[in-house]
């Protein structure tokens, strides 16, 4: 080791300098950069860690990283050879960082110094150096923390769990055990939600239990049911945790959203479903985050049209906020939603739209639980909804579009007591809907590509057809809805619609339907 004096009046004397060896720094232009938060001044820096120098040994027994000590010229910064980062995460005090096959840390509790301190004695807080070797030339994608593991996914079609001896991953004990054996995205980290952690592949999407569940398989396909309606590719995943919740992107039709949720019992799954939002035409979903039950969205979509109503002129990107949990009765359900206060304008009230209205859609102003009669105007170029009629300057109300909330049902079909798939032919009779707390919505049956049949509910009728709707009648507390289906299940799409800005709420759907197995008569269940 080499020293130099830094005192002659008080200790230490001496301090430990680097090795005069080319090859003891580490190049801060092509490691990770660092962005750290300041409080003081509400901002983030951006800036190269402090790596630690090498202090001891030379290249031969002290060499770093096995990446980089294996490359050609690996310290000359102006001609990079190739050695390249494809993950990192910070684990158990430790970071790591993934090359090729390679996975490799920092020594304990020093997360910029990737040397060891002593080449003459390793010691268990020495980086760590492993490769991930399971018979197929694979290069690392992915570290997540997970549970006491660490889980490694690779190109190789092969995942690993990074262990160690008594719960402790020294440099003598670390091991990568494959414990599964599929496909990982290598565009979608894994990701976890609660106490779950799920990958995807082309079209799949995987629950992984661990090398230490009880469970016969290590990895689950919970998309094998869906086969087809999954995504083949992804470009973004976001989870909900509080809702056992996934989101992910569809990366070659960027409007559309596909969500997963599954809820246990126990150790027992008590339900999962899967299903799909898809925002307009035009949208283009960037990227999507979950903070505090709510989902927020960066969402590319039109500012302009053409004359045909159709030609994109313009883009701007919107940060939309969606409420995960269940909402109530007085929540405005409309796009682009914002308080306004209104300005008296003779027998009517103004109220100011803080942005350019969407082209091709209905603005709409609510106030008192129903929506005001008016119009949008343009005055040199300040944007106004022209309340008709009524007197509420200084009052708040919510200012937004409209749009049409259109739930499209999966095709039903009739399962045995062990959820297993029965053949058949199966006529949907009537559907008996419960509801919770909501709003007017339509039942729509669209039948052999014909007109749709639509009937509707309206907490008006189910209430009290007299009473106003600012005197509580615009949504039903608890209630039902039994309309007519009569459909043959795939000859038939079913919908619920609504464009009211009072919230749905549907709680149940029951089906009565007449089905004849393959192999035997008719049974009306």
């Not at 994608?141 to 690993?160: A, N």
């Not at 008594?166 to 494959?178: H, V, Y």
């Not at 008709?388 to 409209?402: H, M, R, Y």
């Not at 559907?431 to 309206?458: A, E, M, Q």
């Amino acid at each position: 080791a080499f020293y130099k004096a830094v005192s002659a009046n008080q200790q230490p004397w001496y301090e430990l300098t680097r090795t005069e060896q080319a090859g003891s720094l580490l190049d801060g232009e092509t490691w990770p950069w660092l962005i750290e938060y300041d409080p003081s001044s509400d901002d983030f820096a951006v800036g190269k860690p402090k790596w630690t120098p090498r202090f001891s040994g030379t290249q031969g027994n002290n060499p770093g990283p096995s990446p980089l000590s294996e490359s050609t010229d690996p310290y000359n910064s102006t001609n990079p050879t190739g050695a390249k980062l494809s993950a990192g995460v910070f684990f158990r005090n430790r970071l790591w960082f993934a090359s090729g096959d390679v996975l490799f840390s920092s020594q304990y509790n020093d997360p910029y110094n990737m040397w060891i301190a002593d080449p003459t004695d390793l010691v268990d807080t020495d980086p760590i150096d492993i490769t991930a070797a399971s018979g197929a030339n694979s290069t690392i994608t992915w570290l997540v923390s997970y549970s006491d593991f660490l889980f490694v996914t690779t190109t190789g079609k092969t995942q690993y769990e990074l262990k160690g001896s008594n719960n402790f991953i020294g440099p003598r004990t670390a091991a990568l055990e494959p414990t599964s054996f599929y496909g990982t995205s290598r565009f979608t980290s894994p990701t976890k939600v609660g106490s779950l952690l799920f990958f995807t592949d082309t079209g799949r999407l995987f629950m992984y239990h661990g090398a230490n569940t009880d469970n016969i398989q290590t990895a689950v396909n919970v998309s094998q049911n869906v086969f087809g309606y999954f995504p083949q590719e992804i470009s973004h995943v976001s989870s909900a945790p509080n809702q056992d919740s996934m989101m992910f992107v569809d990366a070659d039709n960027e409007n559309h959203m596909y969500l997963y949720t599954a809820r246990f019992n126990g150790d027992q799954q008590s339900q999962n479903a899967f299903y799909r939002w898809v925002f307009g035409n035009e949208s283009k979903i960037k990227y999507a985050y979950v903070i505090d039950n709510y989902l927020y969205i960066l969402n590319r979509r039109p500012t302009e049209l053409d004359t045909d109503n159709e030609t994109v002129l313009d883009r701007g990107t919107f940060l939309e906020k969606i409420y995960l949990e269940r909402t109530v009765p007085s929540d405005v359900m409309l796009d682009r939603r914002i308080p306004v206060v209104g300005v008296a304008d003779g027998a009517d009230t103004l109220f100011p739209i803080e942005y350019l209205p969407s082209p091709g859609e209905t603005m709409t102003c609510w106030y008192n639980n129903e929506a005001l009669d008016g119009v949008v105007e343009n005055s040199g170029g300040s944007y106004w909804f022209r309340a008709l009629n009524v007197a509420l300057a200084g009052q708040t109300a919510i200012l937004g579009e409209k749009y049409l909330m259109d739930i499209e049902l999966s095709t039903p079909v009739m399962r045995d007591q062990y959820n297993n798939f029965v053949d058949g032919r199966l006529v949907l009779k009537d559907v008996n809907l419960r509801h919770y707390n909501s709003g007017s919505y339509d039942w729509v049956v669209y039948r052999w590509d014909r007109n749709p049949s639509i009937v509707s509910f309206d907490p008006m009728r189910a209430n009290n057809p007299m009473s106003a709707v600012g005197s509580g009648n615009y949504f039903e507390v608890e209630g039902s809805f039994s309309p007519k289906v009569q459909a043959l299940d795939g000859k038939s799409d079913i919908h619920i619609q609504s464009n009211n800005p009072v919230p749905v709420n549907i709680t149940n759907i029951e089906f009565r339907v007449d089905f004849s197995a393959s192999m035997s008569g008719s049974v009306t269940q």
